[in-house]
């Protein structure tokens, strides 16, 4: 038997974070899932984490919740550049009336262009100019405004507000109602731009306003808690980057994490289920459920069994922390139950 090693790694996999019922109705037609189950079963709870995928995250690299600031840690992963300015999130929405309900749809299906982006931010540029706000889109879907000052307002995140009625989720603080105000007079600028005109007269969702939140400076962020992380979402890649950690791309499998496990502990954001999740795409879902079992669930049960890993900590959306051990994964008398259950 080869020797056991000292590597560990913790996953992220926000399979059974909070979403819309027919998710869990339609778990049971997924079927079983031998990987995970064993996993799930050999595993013993450590902690309680929160289930949002923001919250998470910020918890444990010890940023302060309820209201942690988001958007600068984002704007470093995006723009690769430190700046201890004042900065908002000012992601692109659109906003729907239904019936007595205002919901909002997130970027992701706005399928937003980079000229698109430029061009409208070159916009809000112009008008806020005489306050010294300025806007920013690193990404064509991700923007920020940054501020000359701090400003009291307390927000929520946008995976929270995505298919709900923002009515609900508007910002709150000491300066709500001057945001409020600013708020509607963003949504008119945007609706009276020539790149909505564009969008509307060619059938497609216009750009009619911006959700603000992650407010602050960036925070302090526990250092070199993982000395590689693997991931693709934004806040943890901006969390690690604040924390010294080596920075890469997620991985098609976890085959490429295992290569290079050794002493140092590694974390794995393997977020890919959580935008369908968000979005309501019950079949991208499945397949993403099926895709890793085969490619992150096995593989890691495997280099447990054959002693590459001595643990594995899982963060599956469920509010708790797991730790699986290689001595304890070949505790049989633990029988796995559907993962579903």
């Avoid at 995976?159 to 709500?176: A, K, M």
Wanted: aromatic share 8%; with cysteine; hydrophobic share 45%.
């Amino acid at each position: 038997m080869p020797p056991a090693t000292s590597a560990e790694l913790t996953l992220i996999a926000p399979i059974f974070a909070p979403c819309a019922p027919q998710f869990t109705d339609a778990a049971p037609r997924i079927g079983r899932l031998p990987a995970l189950e064993r996993l799930m079963s050999r595993s013993r709870v450590q902690e309680s984490v929160p289930t949002a995928m923001v919250a998470a995250l910020c918890a444990l690299w010890g940023v302060p919740l309820p209201y942690p600031p988001v958007a600068p840690l984002t704007h470093l992963a995006d723009s690769s550049e430190t700046d201890d300015g004042w900065w908002l999130r000012a992601d692109p929405v659109h906003l729907r009336a239904d019936q007595d309900r205002l919901l909002l749809f997130g970027p992701a299906l706005l399928d937003i262009e980079p000229a698109e982006a430029e061009a409208l931010v070159a916009e809000l540029n112009s008008f806020y100019c005489d306050q010294h706000w300025c806007f920013h889109a690193p990404v064509a879907d991700r923007w920020y405004l940054r501020l000359p000052q701090p400003a009291s307002l307390q927000t929520e995140p946008l995976e929270q507000v995505i298919g709900h009625d923002v009515r609900h989720y508007l910002p709150s603080g000491l300066d709500d109602a001057h945001w409020l105000r600013t708020l509607t007079e963003m949504q008119m600028l945007l609706h009276g731009s020539a790149v909505n005109q564009t969008r509307e007269s060619a059938g497609i969702a216009t750009i009619n306003s911006l959700w603000l939140w992650g407010a602050g400076a960036l925070p302090y962020v526990t250092p070199n808690q993982w000395a590689r992380v693997w991931a693709d979402e934004p806040l943890a890649r901006g969390l690690a980057q604040s924390s010294g950690a080596v920075v890469r791309n997620l991985p098609a499998t976890a085959v490429d994490c295992l290569i290079s496990a050794d002493e140092q502990p590694v974390l794995v954001v393997a977020d890919q289920i959580h935008h369908h999740r968000l979005y309501g795409d019950g079949d991208a879902w499945m397949t993403a459920m099926t895709d890793l079992e085969r490619d992150w669930f096995a593989p890691l049960l495997d280099a447990l069994r054959n002693r590459r890993l001595r643990s594995l900590d899982l963060l599956l959306g469920d509010g708790v922390r797991r730790r699986v051990t290689a001595a304890a994964i070949k505790h049989w008398w633990r029988r796995p139950q559907p993962w579903f259950a």
